[in-house]
């Protein structure tokens, strides 16, 4: 990729570091860190964070409503570090904590970092290395797309794999966005209810609200520490169908067509996670599964065969043995 043009920002306010754009401009970045009942992992989260080599950096704690000591240790950090500050708020959930990080936030880039993951030495400088005018979104850990994706994904391209929710895409940390793009409040008005399956959402409205191509970095630039969400939710096909609404509100009526075959995907995976919670004679009777065969007619998808039988298994017991065998097997695989 050619050298781009340097994106200068509060340059008065910057300090000297590694953090350049291309041609020696500096560029600036706020890291917004929602905090909820963190106190265990939240020193070695934001440690991660301000050892970071990078001029400019903001760092943007914004404290939930937290039960536990979190609030205080938020406080002690900002008390240390003039590059910290803190939004103390009652509790909303993750997304408004996110939108009020980035109300706070004074830079042009705003990253996201959960209070229980931490950054990679160097995760934000090469995040902002890859940032320049003609984008609104730097993709981290690229790597997880494939190799056939490189430096530049047209917007066209990128959203059919956010309405997949291929790689990465999916999940708002490790990722570097143009602060005026998460401005929209639409962007972040998401009901707190919807706290599994809210950052595809996210997602999707971030990537019909710009039409710049996205830049990707093909290196890990986050360390994601123990799922602790996902394990403990159960999903049913309520749950299923109101984010599906949400989903399909977030990709303009005209261009459904368009994203049909993905929008079937990606509910084909949302299907089988209800599966593993719900007895079939519950979801098989469902307006959710009554509108996902309609689709895969519509659109002319073929299931997967594994999720064919999958599916086809008549008791739950059965879904959730196959459905560990998969992960054993995926794991084998991927050593």
Not at 109 to 121: G, K, T
Not at 264 to 280: F, G, K
Request: contains cysteine; aromatic residues 10%; hydrophobic residues 45%.
């Amino acid at each position: 990729m050619g050298q781009a043009r340097p994106f200068l920002y509060m340059q008065d306010e910057m300090k000297n570091g590694n953090c350049k754009g291309d041609a020696g401009g500096s560029l600036s970045v706020t890291v917004v860190i929602p905090v909820f009942d963190s106190e265990a992992t939240l020193g070695q989260c934001v440690a991660s964070v301000v050892r970071q080599d990078c001029a400019g950096l903001e760092i943007v704690l914004v404290d939930d409503g937290s039960r536990d000591g979190s609030g205080i240790l938020c406080d002690e950090w900002a008390a240390k570090d003039d590059r910290v500050k803190v939004v103390h708020q009652e509790n909303r959930g993750r997304a408004a904590a996110r939108a009020a990080g980035v109300e706070a936030a004074r830079a042009q880039w705003v990253c996201f970092v959960d209070s229980d993951d931490a950054l990679p030495p160097g995760a934000v400088s090469r995040l902002l290395a890859a940032a320049a005018p003609d984008v609104d979104i730097v993709l981290g850990n690229g790597r997880l797309l494939g190799e056939h994706f490189r430096e530049r994904i047209p917007m066209c391209d990128f959203r059919h794999l956010a309405v997949r929710g291929e790689g990465p895409i999916g999940v708002p940390w490790g990722s570097l966005f143009r602060r005026s793009l998460l401005s929209n409040d639409y962007v972040w008005d998401i009901p707190r209810e919807i706290y599994m399956g809210e950052d595809y959402i996210f997602w999707l409205r971030v990537a019909f609200g710009t039409e710049k191509p996205v830049a990707v970095v093909h290196a890990n630039v986050y360390d994601k520490g123990p799922d602790t969400t996902s394990s403990r939710f159960v999903w049913d096909v309520g749950y299923a169908l109101a984010v599906d609404r949400l989903r399909r509100e977030a990709i303009p009526a005209g261009e459904h067509e368009a994203y049909l075959a993905d929008m079937v995907a990606d509910r084909m995976v949302n299907l089988m996670a209800v599966a593993l919670h719900q007895p079939a004679r519950e979801w098989r009777r469902s307006r959710f599964y009554a509108e996902w065969l309609a689709d895969v007619a519509r659109a002319g998808f073929e299931v997967p065969r594994g999720a064919r039988l999958y599916l086809s298994l008549p008791f739950r017991w059965m879904r959730k043995a196959y459905s560990w065998l998969s992960d054993v097997k995926q794991k084998v695989i991927g050593k």
